[in-house]
């Protein structure tokens, strides 16, 4: 590699990694700071789609990841009282990606994937230092300097942030984070029980509208190798410190599905949901990806989709930057093209999605059913509609600009 400092990226969550791994790819050392002593195995993102597939496969981790996960062909909004519900078949995206599906697996597998083809194909190129908690950064007209706990202050020739909601980097770029936080709690629990055995055509992915006093309107149930993921909401008048009691986790499950013993819970993680965006995605020598620069509302999985395209842009912007074959006005091609798409494609669209199965009316909801099982029945409307959804439209719209 050639001499000049290295990228360092701050996080090593699957953003941070790929974001690593492309870098090397194109020649450009970086140094990854995690705070954390591993890769996390918390509850979070489990959803990967067909853009992100075909991504992934040019860094020959795809067929690695999809061998570990569910290849999920539809995905639906379902009625719990009665079982309608409205499926999309991605298989009408055949020509618009190689990956026509949804990836159901855990994200620590892609950061493990990552992980490990770095230290075996890249070690030279990558340095990756985990117990290294980034508490300042400081940019000057030469490069970063970084310091925190685990390491000695260092330096760098940028420093991108993919280090989250609380990001150390974009608190240096001295940028705001405006936006909302959703009153609502969701408390998310795992079970090997198969939901699958008992219902009726239902999906790996299933957006669910119920009328049952445990809940406060909805429910998700997402498959993921082993067991599925439920996503819960405290019922009204039901604090979050009482849903999440070992007592109402089972009385909210035996309300999905009754059955005559208890469920067993082995994961269990409440989490608030925001939506929030930074005004720029750099500024000067520091840069955010992911979490670090957008927030949105899980449904319909778009958030570490958006970290992971937000990386691969970002390397393709700063690599000739780095190498001193552009000028470093080029990175503000990177805000450009990233920014809109998280706050029209991702953000919005993850807003409307929560919106629609926040619906309570009952009549309201048969009409947005029907409308839905319209839309999914006509090849060109749900063409139309998964390209938003799987985030092939977003990126190509990025793509056109300059």
Not at 356 to 367: G, L, S, V, Y
Request: glycine share 8%; net charge neutral.
């Amino acid at each position: 590699m050639p001499s000049r400092p290295p990228v360092a990226i701050v996080g090593a969550g699957p953003v941070g990694l790929v974001l690593a791994l492309r870098l090397a790819t194109l020649g450009v050392p970086s140094l990854v700071l995690e705070a954390e002593a591993d890769i996390s195995e918390e509850l979070r993102a489990s959803t990967f789609h067909p853009p992100t597939l075909d991504m992934l496969a040019e860094l020959g981790l795809a067929d690695a990841l999809i061998a570990q996960g569910l290849v999920t062909p539809t995905w639906q909004i379902r009625r719990h009282e009665d079982g309608a519900r409205a499926v999309f078949d991605l298989s009408v995206l055949k020509d618009e990606t190689a990956h026509p599906y949804r990836l159901q697996a855990e994200q620590w597998k892609l950061s493990r994937l990552v992980l490990a083809r770095l230290r075996a194909e890249h070690a030279g190129a990558v340095e990756l230092r985990f117990g290294c908690a980034v508490d300042a950064v400081a940019q000057d007209a030469d490069g970063v300097t970084l310091s925190g706990m685990g390491f000695d202050p260092l330096r760098a020739a940028y420093a991108i942030g993919c280090d989250g909601a609380r990001s150390v980097v974009r608190r240096a770029m001295g940028l705001d984070f405006p936006g909302d936080t959703y009153p609502e709690t969701t408390i998310l629990a795992t079970t090997p029980f198969d939901f699958g055995a008992v219902f009726e055509g239902l999906s790996n992915v299933n957006y669910v509208w119920t009328q049952h006093p445990a809940f406060s309107g909805t429910f998700s149930l997402l498959r993921v190798p082993g067991k599925w993921r439920a996503s819960l909401y405290p019922a009204p008048g039901e604090s979050v410190e009482e849903a999440l009691r070992p007592e109402a986790i089972e009385r909210k499950l035996q309300a999905i599905h009754p059955k005559g013993t208890p469920y067993d819970v082995p994961d269990l993680r409440p989490y608030r949901i925001h939506q929030r965006i930074v005004e720029s995605y750099d500024r000067g020598r520091l840069l955010l990806a992911g979490d670090a620069a957008h927030l949105n509302s899980p449904s319909g999985g778009m958030g570490m989709n958006g970290g992971i395209h937000d990386a691969m842009e970002l390397a393709a912007t700063l690599a000739p930057v780095w190498r001193n074959e552009a000028e470093p006005a080029l990175l503000g091609r990177y805000t450009r093209r990233r920014r809109p798409v998280a706050e029209r494609e991702i953000i919005a669209q993850a807003d409307r999605n929560r919106a629609r199965m926040r619906e309570t009316d009952p009549a309201r909801r048969a009409e947005m059913l029907a409308e839905l099982q319209r839309t999914a029945a006509d090849p060109a409307r749900a063409r139309e509609q998964l390209l938003r959804s799987s985030m092939i439209a977003g990126l190509r719209a990025a793509a056109t600009v300059s």
